[in-house]
């Protein structure tokens, strides 16, 4: 193992606040041959002079322009890879991490024994001991499943063995297969899914990953989180699908993927959200051309492919409507012959309604002759208890039950609101329905030239945004 050199490449950005904890552990790992590389994509925060002036260990690539995640690393990537003393096994490091004793020496043993092995990925932890990551498998939308996530980590995943990826956090990968696949795919700009595909394609070279739990973490996470909004839900959904579009078979797309995923469409009721991922599909139908050369030459397929590929965006493009906003209470889709029944929301305030006001009620009694007398003691013995403790809690309840309505009447009118978004959402797309056509046009016309340009080996093209 000692032969092995090691290049550990932190891509940075902003990361003044967590570059010391990150840097300080790492430099401390007891390894005998292993440099750090610290790619900094234009930080504002004065990240590269703190490299500069209190780790002069560490070897700085400033670039011009924020490069995102795989672009940083390539960088690193490229400069581990070269000179006289290239990297045996270079390491992906987050900024915000902060390795434990043996991480390193955890990672490049198992890439010294088998050269199998292509990849290897570490346990990463968050900071109260809890289990973040300990490899991962896919579900049939590309969601991962980080195993282990949340878990007190009592060693019930302490034993290595094969996973679906590794996460990017701390990922491993030995020269062999580097030089097999090449760097990231920096069309997942500006970051998601990146490092997945590198896994996919380091699997499909004929090496194996490896969770690594011997090689530990804790990750202090301070990366930026998805928020729901537009901003954030469309480039994680461009993402998803490019990584979907690039590795999947078109069987499996259409009968795992594509059932999954309306589904999935018909529960979501955020107009952000949906116009994200409808953006998301739009991408990916004008850029299609590329894409089916990159699965001609990566999966085999053949370019007439196209069609069912498009057929399939522009399907789930149609899939979200109005009906997902006020659902049939039956639960069935309306029909013209069956007009939709009213939703439960709208039910529930009809009666809220109907009972929101509670209001007296005189006693009664059907006994024969001493009825009246019963009557009148009732309301005479409560006529005090009445006054001073049952009518205030009456019209407490009568307050209560106003402000439920109320909140009722908001939700009901928030709807309407969210649907109101769609339906502007869905009116200016036209624009995007419009371009597609023309793109449409051009991808048959090229798809009928039977060279349809030079054979394409790497990544698939990106034409740029609309």
Partial sequence: MADLRAAVIIPVWNGRADLPRCLDALLAQDYPDFQVIAV?????DGSADLIVADYPAVTLLRQPANLGFAGACNAGLRHASAGERPADVMILLNQDTEVQPGWLAGLVAPLASDPGIGMTGSKALYPDGTIQHAGAALDPQVGGQHRGLGEPDTGQWDQPGD???LSGVSLAISRGAYEAVGGLDEGFSLVYFED???CYRVRAAGFRLLYAPDSALIHHERSAQADGSYASVYPYQRNRLRLLLKHWPLERLLNEFAPAEKAWLQRQLSAEFVAGVHRAYLYHLLNLDGMLRWRRDFLGEPLSNGDALAAMLMDLRTVYSLAAIFPPADGQPATDEKPAAPTRLEALLAEAKAQARITPRPFHSDVPVIGPLIVWFRNAWNQVATKWFVLPLVEQQNAYNSALLQALEQAVQDRERLAATLVEYNSESGRDLAELTNEVRKLRA????????????TQPGDRGES
């Fill in 40 to 44: 900094d994509n234009a930080s504002d």
């Fill in 163 to 165: 996973a679906d990826f």
């Fill in 446 to 457: 090229r798809l009928a030239d039977p060279e349809m340009g030079d054979a394409v080996r």
């Fill in 196 to 198: 997945v595909d590198w």
